[in-house]
């Protein structure tokens, strides 16, 4: 069954630290990969997203991804955090010529001073 | 261009109400989608219609009907609430190709006593 994976419910760093969230999916084939950020009360906001070519994707925010096909994952980092960063972090996943998004159940980042 | 609006922002009703969520997008995109969001459990899609005039269900489309009024607007009808809708209601909006993004309304917040 397809499936989309994030491991961590809630992640906890300090400001300035870096930052790695987990994303595994079980795909028949490579899907296209999404990470979305939502803000308290907000709605989803996209970070970066993977179709093809290079595998290492630079997104807003100072947001970057890798896509590792022999792990099937697709992580998120920040070398830096900021305060500004605390949110939910949904990675989403789109099967090639289908139309809807699979998301993750989510990991909350909570930035600490 | 004030992207995807929805109307209301929170709601509460009564077991057995009906009630309509509507979502409006100015970006002149052709694809238009509805999610629910619960906790742990991440977006799950409800419906979506890739185009003007066409709708398909999603994975969880029991209890819900949808209207693809015309290009802009898709609205979401509980015809008889149950408590298990209570939720946050997304809609999103993306111009048409499967590479495309999805752009996120503000949500609704829907409480059904």
């Known amino acids: 069954a397809q499936s989309v994976t994030q491991p961590d419910i809630h992640i906890t760093v300090s400001e300035g630290a870096s930052l790695e969230l987990r994303c595994n999916y079980s795909?028949?084939?490579?899907?296209?990969l999404f990470w979305y950020v939502q803000s308290p009360g907000q709605g989803l906001q996209l970070l970066l997203k993977y179709f093809s070519g290079d595998t290492l994707v630079q997104g807003i925010k100072g947001f970057e991804a890798e896509f590792k096909r022999s792990q099937s994952s697709f992580n998120l980092r920040k070398p830096s955090v900021h305060w500004s960063d605390a949110a939910e972090y949904f990675c989403a996943v789109q099967t090639r010529g289908a139309n809807n998004l699979f998301f993750g159940t989510g990991t909350r980042l909570t930035v600490i001073p | 261009n004030a992207g995807v609006t929805q109307t209301p922002k929170f709601q509460v009703l009564k077991t057995g109400q009906s009630m309509t969520l509507q979502c409006a997008q100015d970006m002149n995109h052709n694809s238009m989608y509805w999610y629910r969001q619960d906790p742990g459990m991440g977006l799950r899609l409800i419906y979506y219609?890739?185009?003007?005039?066409?709708?398909d269900k999603g994975e969880v489309p029991n209890g819900y009907n949808v209207s693809r009024l015309n290009k802009r607007e898709f609205s979401l009808r509980l015809e008889s609430a149950a408590p298990s809708q209570t939720s946050v209601y997304f809609c999103a909006s993306r111009p048409g190709q499967f590479t495309d993004t999805q752009y996120f309304g503000p949500g609704t917040r829907l409480t059904v006593l």
């Open positions: 795909y028949g084939a490579t899907p296209y």
């Open positions: 219609s890739a185009s003007e005039g066409t709708t």
